[in-house]
């Protein structure tokens, strides 16, 4: 009975949290959804990895799966902690505990595969930059314009990633959101853990630089980008998601036995 799925507490709705079962029972994957959207964005990934029998964990950031007037109020370092304390917890309850992010999420991702001693990662479409070029005066813009209209995608997923109202994006928080990918990016010398990408060959929203800058600057030896090629920005509810989801728990299986293999030589 130990691999009861809740999604829904008053505290965090739609967060996801699965205890996992069967031999992947130890290994761990807390996963990070992106900016103004919410666990729906990565369910069915988390979903799989759990039938897989992984304990898996996809916390609800701060700000999100409310109103953007909420995420205003909201810091990156608030994202980044909920994000690393659920992944310190999962860590706790399991033998080796991975890291994992769409979008926003995968650079969430990143600081905590920096700071922490994971092993391994797994981003999908990772932002680390923007393509509008405005965001680099976003800190005084965002005193002129307090919001922006948020990037929509002509072919986006056929599900929708929100919960809540996100009509709007606050530029306080794209400003936040600035930092964030800055300091994901000061942090990518230090992930030294191998590294599992994969990117869409179309994304309107986040820019092949970021990937770029992952392939630049990441210390790990062991990276490998896997193109999706009919998916959007959104690929974990696109068509290329089962290629994510299958990939993926490869990647965490086999990763899980190399810490074995190599604690036990």
């Known amino acids: 009975m130990g691999h009861m799925t809740e999604r829904h507490t008053p505290a965090a709705p739609l967060a996801f949290h699965h ?141 929708s990633t929100q919960d809540g109202d996100y009509s709007k994006t606050p530029l306080k928080s794209v400003h936040e959101l600035k930092k964030l990918f800055r300091a994901a990016t000061l942090g990518l010398p230090k992930v030294q853990a191998p590294a599992l990408v994969f990117k869409s060959s179309v994304d309107e929203v986040v820019p092949p630089s970021s990937v770029a800058a992952i392939e630049r600057h990441i210390a790990s030896s062991r990276l490998k980008v896997v193109t999706l090629p009919h998916s959007g920005h959104v690929a974990t509810l696109d068509v290329d998601a089962p290629t994510i989801f299958e990939e993926s728990a490869r990647f965490f299986r086999q990763h899980a036995g190399d810490r074995v293999a190599s604690e036990s030589s």
């Open 19 to 159: 205890s996992g079962h069967g031999p992947n029972a130890s290994t761990g994957v807390a996963i990070c959804h992106g900016f103004t959207g919410s666990p729906l964005s990565v369910l069915p990934w988390a979903e799989y990895l759990a039938e897989q029998g992984f304990a898996v964990s996809v916390p609800l950031l701060p700000g999100h799966g409310t109103t953007w007037q909420d995420l205003a109020t909201t810091r990156w370092q608030d994202w980044y902690r909920t994000f690393e304390q659920s992944y310190l917890d999962l860590a706790g309850q399991t033998e080796k505990c991975f890291v994992a992010g769409l979008s926003m999420g995968g650079a969430v991702a990143l600081r905590v595969a920096s700071l922490h001693d994971v092993p391994g990662l797994v981003l999908v479409n990772p932002g680390l930059s923007f393509y509008d070029r405005r965001v680099r005066y976003v800190a005084a813009l965002k005193y002129v314009m307090p919001t922006t209209t948020p990037i929509v995608e002509d072919k986006p997923a056929p599900v």
